[in-house]
Structures are given as structure tokens and as C-alpha cells.
Nanobody
């Protein structure tokens, strides 16, 4: 499994970005996917997760109502739509995956495959 994030960049406060996490070499529907972020000087934190089928999603409190995680298993890609961005959202964003039989996701889920990250900077 190889994960490649894209879609990061510089955006003004209040703007939007859509991150993509493209997988290769696997059947994406076998994997739970999570999005994480790490800001300078801070620990990595989970942002959102999505179950194998996409039926279950969960979000960290700071992003609820602003971020949406979706997946297209046919395109083997998971997306993170980020709206109403603020400077506090500035971080490197990573997607992560774990193969599982369970069609659930919780914010404490563990992952064993990681992408290289994409930088998101929110600044005026």
C-alpha cells in the first residue's frame, strides 16, 4: 500500500481546500482511513476518520462542521474537504490506513500505513 496526499497549499482565512489521499496497489475498501495533522511544535492529532464503506465518519471537535471526509473506493482515493479555514488549521496533513474487517471508525483507531504529508498554510 502506498498513500500519496495532495491538494495542500496557501489559503486565506475563511477559504477552502480539498485534500486527496490516493492509494495504490490495494483494494481501498479493505482499509479504514484517517486524516491527521501536525502543526509546528505540536503533537500529531487525528482530524477525521472514515470506515471501509464510508458509512461511518468521525471528526475532531475543532473541525466539526467545517471538514468533511469522503472516499471513492473505485478511484482508490479519500478526500478531506476543508471549509472556513483558520490560521489554527495550519499544519502538515497526513492520511493513514489500516486494513480491517470492521466497517467502523473511532477517533482512537490505530493505523500502520502513512503518507508523506501535504502542507496546509492558512494566512492572510
Amino acid at each position: 500500500l502506498r498513500l500519496v496526499e495532495s491538494g495542500g497549499g496557501l489559503v486565506q482565512p475563511g477559504g477552502s481546500l480539498r485534500l486527496s489521499c490516493a492509494a495504490s496497489g490495494v483494494t481501498l475498501g479493505d482499509y479504514r482511513i484517517g486524516w491527521f495533522r501536525q502543526a509546528p511544535g505540536k503533537a500529531r492529532e487525528v482530524v477525521a476518520c472514515i470506515s471501509r464503506s464510508g458509512r461511518t465518519t468521525n471528526y475532531a471537535d475543532p473541525v466539526k462542521g467545517r471538514f468533511t471526509i469522503t472516499r471513492d473506493n473505485a478511484k482508490i482515493t479519500v478526500y478531506l474537504q476543508m471549509n472556513n479555514l483558520s490560521p489554527e488549521d495550519t499544519a502538515v496533513y497526513y492520511c493513514a490506513a489500516v486494513r480491517t474487517l470492521l466497517d467502523v471508525c473511532v477517533m482512537s483507531s490505530r493505523y500502520d500505513q502513512w503518507g508523506q504529508g501535504t502542507q496546509v498554510t492558512v494566512s492572510s
